[in-house]
C-alpha cells in the first residue's frame, strides 16, 4: 500500500463547479497534509496546508481533514479552466519525521 | 521570497557519463531534498540532508549520490548515467524551525535526457 493515494484521473469538471478532489494516508502518525499545484512543465507550488480535523478555506479553495478515517480532500469552488493542473496530496510526520511523502496526483480538467 | 535555483532546466547526457545536479537556496533552510518526478509515479524521494555534510537516503537512491559542502547548496550525482535516469529532478528546501506546517520550496526542476 502507498503511502498516500490519490485517484491520477483526469477528473474533468465544467466551468462554474464544484471539483473535489480525495486523499488517503496509511501512517496514522501523520501530522500535517499539503495540497500543491503543478501546472505541466512547472514545479509544484503550494496551495494549503491541514493539521487539524475539520475544514479550513483559503478563497475558493477548501481542505477538509478526517484524521479517522485518513482521508484529506481539497475542494475547489467556482472552477476555471486556470484551475485545471495536476494536485499533488503530501503528508508529514509521523514515520516521515520532517520529509513530504507524495501521492500520485490528481489531473484536474475543467472544461469551459 | 525564498528562491531554490537549479542550474540546469534541460540537460542531455549520454549512458555511462558522471552527471552533476546542483541546487542552491538562499533562505539559510537547514533541510535540502531532491525529488525526481515521472508520469504515473508521483514525486520520489531520492535523497534529503538536515545539515551541511549530513545526508540520508529517500525511497530511491540506488543510482544517485549527494554532497551538501554548504548549507546553501545541496548537489545530486548521478555516478553513471542510465537511460532508466531519463526523468524531471525536482530540488527543494525547508525551514523546520516552523514545524511542520512549513512549506516545502521547489527549484524549477530540470529535466535530464541520457541517451
Known amino acids: 500500500q502507498k503511502e498516500v493515494e490519490q485517484n491520477s484521473g483526469p477528473l474533468s469538471v465544467p466551468e462554474g463547479a464544484i471539483a473535489s478532489l480525495n486523499c488517503t494516508y496509511s501512517?496514522?502518525?501523520?501530522?500535517?497534509f499539503f495540497w500543491y499545484r503543478q501546472y505541466s512543465g512547472k514545479s509544484p507550488e503550494l496551495i494549503m496546508f491541514i493539521y487539524s480535523n475539520g475544514d479550513k478555506e483559503d478563497g475558493r479553495f477548501t481542505a477538509q481533514l478526517n484524521k479517522a478515517s485518513q482521508y484529506v480532500s481539497l475542494l475547489i469552488r467556482d472552477s476555471q479552466p486556470s484551475d485545471s493542473a495536476t494536485y499533488l496530496c503530501?503528508?508529514?510526520?509521523?514515520?516521515?519525521?520532517?520529509?513530504?511523502?507524495f501521492g500520485g496526483g490528481t489531473r484536474l480538467m475543467v472544461k469551459p | 521570497d525564498v528562491k531554490v535555483t537549479q542550474s540546469s532546466r534541460y540537460l542531455v547526457k549520454r549512458t555511462g557519463e558522471k552527471v552533476f545536479l546542483e541546487c542552491v537556496q538562499d533562505m539559510d533552510h537547514e533541510n535540502m531534498f531532491w525529488y525526481r518526478q515521472d508520469p504515473g509515479l508521483g514525486l520520489r524521494l531520492i535523497y534529503f540532508s538536515y545539515d551541511v555534510k549530513m545526508k540520508e537516503k529517500g525511497d530511491i537512491p540506488e543510482g544517485y549520490s549527494v554532497s551538501r559542502e554548504k548549507k546553501e547548496r545541496f548537489s545530486l550525482i548521478l555516478e553513471s548515467a542510465s537511460t532508466n535516469q531519463t526523468s524531471m529532478y525536482l530540488c527543494a528546501s525547508f525551514n523546520p524551525g516552523q514545524g511542520y506546517n512549513s512549506p516545502l520550496h521547489f527549484g524549477n526542476g530540470t529535466r535530464l535526457t541520457v541517451t
Open positions: 503530501a503528508r508529514m510526520g509521523g514515520n516521515a519525521g520532517n520529509m513530504l511523502t
Open positions: 501512517d496514522r502518525g501523520s501530522q500535517s
